[in-house]
């Protein structure tokens, strides 16, 4: 764990911004924020290292920003028992065209005579699969259990304990091109700080914008950055289906400086003060061309010129989503978050466009006195934050099981010599 203490952080390298967070475990299952701080970024693009050190003075800026915030940090400190906070481990989220995922099967034959299915079977089983899966210049980042089936017993979450001679999984697969991965942990090795663990930034971003009931109920979400918008599909408790999109609010900013021949920063602001229903009063927008000229537009031109990108977008989204049969099944409706989401209106539009109930993602899942922890664009930062929580709570669980599956592999191993050999 971090620091030897039991703070966790995590970082989020968004090809617009990246999102350094902190948090602390509080009781057996609560998660506390304790941190976070953005800056823009630099030497990326479409996930790729395009600037290897712009990207590690990126990451140290953020690492001072935050490190610098220790009188927020003091109250935590003390939570986590820990005097010496410095960001030198964290959680990586890793996102992009480059994502893969698959769904698929993977079966193990336990014995000839019904057996009780251990933790030890369990991992045997997705260890093969894994190795099964396994090709060159990929990595395997996730290998999630949909469900498990035990002969006949269907649909069970966890087979342990189930007696059967024959057990299968649905699983579902995210990996990423190993050699991107790589890169974006050597940058932050540059930058003096190790990498834990590898997160999808899609999966983080569910753990603090969706609740358990809309993962049962069927949900999807739309996590819209700069460049891509991560497209989840949870439904009965587990990931059922993503999908990178090739897409995000950077495509705006570039129509918009196309459209009225002005900068990519001056696109950006212009892009902050869209409406989607602009009135027709006077009010008038002063544009500075790249000729150095400047033009007056009236704000119903900006509004014409993003909404025909974001109609394109939602197009593009909204045909991914009925070609692939999961519109129909999300119950729970379709959940945003992401910087693009805090465009005015967007919620109401993509909501007229999809036909479905699309809610604006509220952060949830811990607590935090920082109003910063509030905002979506963290989704994926405090997310990760909170998956590595709770991973790091349950292995010592694990480890005590271990001791139960050797007992267990043992008995097994004696059951399956006995069935050899009478
Ligand atoms: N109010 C707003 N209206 C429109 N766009 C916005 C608004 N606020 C932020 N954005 C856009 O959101 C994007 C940044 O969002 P975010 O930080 O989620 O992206 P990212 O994580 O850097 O990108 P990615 O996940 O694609 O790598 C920028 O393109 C920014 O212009
Ligand atoms: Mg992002």
């Known amino acids: 764990m971090n620091n030897g203490?039991?703070?966790?952080?995590?970082?989020?390298?968004g090809s617009d911004r990246t999102k350094l967070c902190a948090g602390v475990p509080v009781g057996n299952d609560r998660v506390e924020i304790c941190a976070a701080a953005m800056v823009k970024t630099k030497g990326i693009s479409k996930s790729v290292v395009t600037n290897s050190d712009e990207l590690t003075e990126c990451i140290e800026a953020l690492v001072k920003k935050l490190e610098g915030n220790k009188k927020k940090l003091k109250r935590f400190v003390y939570v986590a028992k820990n005097k010496n906070i410095k960001v030198n481990s964290i959680y990586l989220t890793i996102g992009g065209e480059h994502i893969l995922t698959v769904n698929s099967k993977s079966a193990l034959r336990l014995s000839e005579r019904p057996v009780l299915v251990s933790r030890h079977d369990v991992s045997r089983l997705m260890d093969t699969a894994k190795s099964l899966q396994r090709c060159v210049n990929r990595e395997i980042i996730h290998l999630l259990p949909q469900e498990f089936m035990v002969d006949g017993y269907k649909r069970l979450k966890d087979p342990e304990g189930v007696c059967g001679c024959m057990l299968t999984a649905k699983l579902h697969t995210i990996s990423c091109e190993a050699s991107f991965m790589q890169n974006l942990i050597n940058v932050v090795n540059n930058a003096g700080i190790s990498v834990e663990d590898v997160i999808y930034s899609g999966l983080a971003a569910s753990f603090s914008a969706l609740t358990k009931q809309q993962k049962h109920a069927g949900?999807?979400?739309?996590?819209?950055?700069?460049?891509?918008?991560?497209?989840?599909?949870?439904?009965?408790?587990?990931?059922?289906?993503?999908s990178v999109i090739p897409f995000g609010a950077k495509d705006i900013t570039l129509e918009i400086a196309e459209n009225l021949s002005v900068t990519f920063m001056q696109a950006e602001q212009l892009k902050m003060q869209y409406k989607s229903m602009p009135d027709d009063s006077m009010y008038k927008i002063i544009v500075k061309k790249k000729s150095a000229d400047y033009?007056?537009?009236?704000?119903?031109y900006l509004t014409a010129v993003v909404d025909k990108k974001l109609f394109e977008i939602m197009f593009f989204i909204k045909k991914e989503l009925e070609l692939s049969g999961i519109l129909s099944k999300a119950d729970a409706g379709i959940v945003i978050s992401g910087g693009m989401s805090f465009m005015d209106g967007f919620t109401a539009k993509l909501q007229e466009f999809m036909g479905v109930m699309v809610k604006f993602g509220i952060m949830r899942g811990f607590v935090s006195n920082l109003p910063a922890a509030g905002s979506n664009f963290y989704a994926a930062g405090i997310g990760a934050v909170m998956y590595a929580i709770d991973k790091n709570r349950n292995k010592p669980v694990k480890m005590s099981m271990r001791r139960r599956d050797i007992f267990r592999q043992i008995v097994g191993n004696v059951k399956d010599m006995y069935n050899d050999y009478f």
């Open 5 to 13: 203490s039991s703070m966790v952080l995590s970082l989020d390298i």
């Open 295 to 300: 033009n007056t537009i009236i704000p119903q």
């Open 219 to 242: 949900v999807i979400l739309l996590e819209f950055g700069a460049e891509t918008v991560d497209a989840l599909f949870f439904k009965e408790d587990s990931l059922q289906w993503t």
